[in-house]
């Protein structure tokens, strides 16, 4: 009997201390509380260094080389002397032009000596065609009268009249001689006509010689841009025929090409600012720049588009084809926030938030923007609790605790 409740005891005892055992607190969950604000989003992209032009040089003449004052790497400025190509026989021609023009110009003077000259004897000829029919035409009629009352013959009287029918044709002849001859050299005629051409091939001598003038000028081959020669297809002696003689590249400023799908490029404008960043064995470095164009699809069919940014690279740091990575500032965005810690996947479209009852609830949101650190979210209301950490272990229902 003493044994039975003595176990009884026992049990009692048991139960007791279960009784009075606590229960584990829930467990402890960073949150925070999601007010209205605002964010500056970027787009993160990655991309190329490009130069800011890439020239190719070339030349239409058929002149050798005499030198070449530029090594590929070599660094040049606007004007410097990249080649020399040989002048002789371009000079010679230049000499043989002018002595062409100079002979015309003789030619145009002599024209205009000669057509004077012509001018004036017709004009002559015509007054003293004119006084020759005045003169015979009294003549005849003197004699017409003479013949009439008969103290002179028909035949006298006839010879007069022959002669004044010859002094209207010649008079008529010069007439026609003058006016193809015209009255000066200013006024339409055979002699301005041949002033006109012997000045017209003058003009053309001239011309030609300012052609080759100019063909001498492009012998002398001068960089047009600053920048870097990273190509050189000629040596002293050769021909340049038709090939790319040089590539220059200008390198300051430079651009960054970005290149990112239709998601990031909206919103990005030409005068946004963009940060570059690369990375080699000395560090991060970060360049600041401004956004220049927007160019669309890269190939055709692809969902690839380009953000050119130009960056300043005085101390010639970058270098076309260095890979980099860049994010474009865009618009201002107001609204709710939330962590960018506070997503549980990583498309952003859903948050653990916790009810009044402290117990922890999945919701899904739309997330409008991002800084890199927030996010603006719709789905969810200002003061709402978020939990900090969305990859945290809590399943919804759960109950947690707010105090460490």
């Not at 002149?63 to 790497?73: K, L, M, S």
């Not at 990375?279 to 956004?291: P, R, S």
């Amino acid at each position: 009997m003493k044994r039975i409740l003595s176990l009884v005891a026992l049990v009692a005892l048991v139960s007791g201390c279960a009784k009075h055992q606590a229960a584990p607190p829930p467990p402890y969950v960073q949150t925070t509380v999601a007010n209205t604000g605002s964010i500056s989003p970027s787009s993160a992209m990655s991309g190329l260094i490009a130069p800011f032009e890439n020239v190719a040089v070339q030349t239409t003449l058929v002149e050798p080389a005499d030198t070449v004052n530029v090594q590929e790497g070599d660094h040049v400025h606007i004007g410097q002397l990249l080649t020399q190509l040989d002048t002789a026989d371009l000079q010679a021609q230049l000499q043989s032009d002018i002595a062409t023009a100079q002979s015309d110009a003789a030619n145009t003077t002599h024209t205009v000596y000669s057509g004077n000259e012509s001018i004036t004897q017709g004009n002559q000829s015509v007054s003293g065609a004119r006084a020759s029919l005045a003169r015979d035409q009294t003549q005849m009629e003197r004699d017409g009268t003479l013949y009439r009352q008969g103290y002179v013959s028909l035949a006298t009287y006839q010879a007069d009249q022959a002669t004044v029918r010859n002094d209207q044709a010649t008079l008529n002849s010069d007439i026609a001689t003058m006016q193809a001859n015209g009255s000066s050299l200013s006024a339409p005629g055979l002699q301005q006509s041949s002033v006109a051409q012997a000045e017209a091939q003058e003009k053309v001598a001239l011309a030609q010689a300012q052609q080759v003038r100019v063909s001498i000028q492009k012998a002398t081959i001068t960089s047009p841009i600053d920048g870097v020669v990273v190509n050189r297809n000629l040596n002293p002696g050769e021909y340049p025929g038709s090939r790319e003689i040089f590539t220059l590249q200008q390198v300051s400023p430079i651009y960054a090409v970005l290149r990112g799908s239709a998601d990031q490029i909206v919103g990005i404008h030409p005068g946004a600012t963009a940060t570059v960043t690369t990375n080699d064995a000395t560090g991060v470095h970060t360049y600041t720049g401004k956004v220049v164009g927007v160019l669309n699809e890269i190939q055709p069919g692809s969902t690839q588009f380009q953000v050119k940014v130009v960056l300043e690279n005085a101390n010639g740091a970058l270098r076309p084809g260095m890979a980099v990575n860049g994010g474009v500032s865009l618009p201002g965005v107001h609204g709710v926030l939330v962590p960018l810690t506070a997503f549980t996947d990583d498309n952003h479209d859903s948050i653990q938030i916790v009810n009044s009852d402290d117990t922890v609830k999945s919701v899904s949101v739309t997330e409008v923007a991002s800084d890199g650190k927030n996010s603006v979210v719709k789905g969810i209301n200002a003061g709402t609790r978020v939990v900090s950490n969305g990859q945290s272990s809590v399943g919804d229902g759960e109950k947690i605790s707010l105090q460490p």
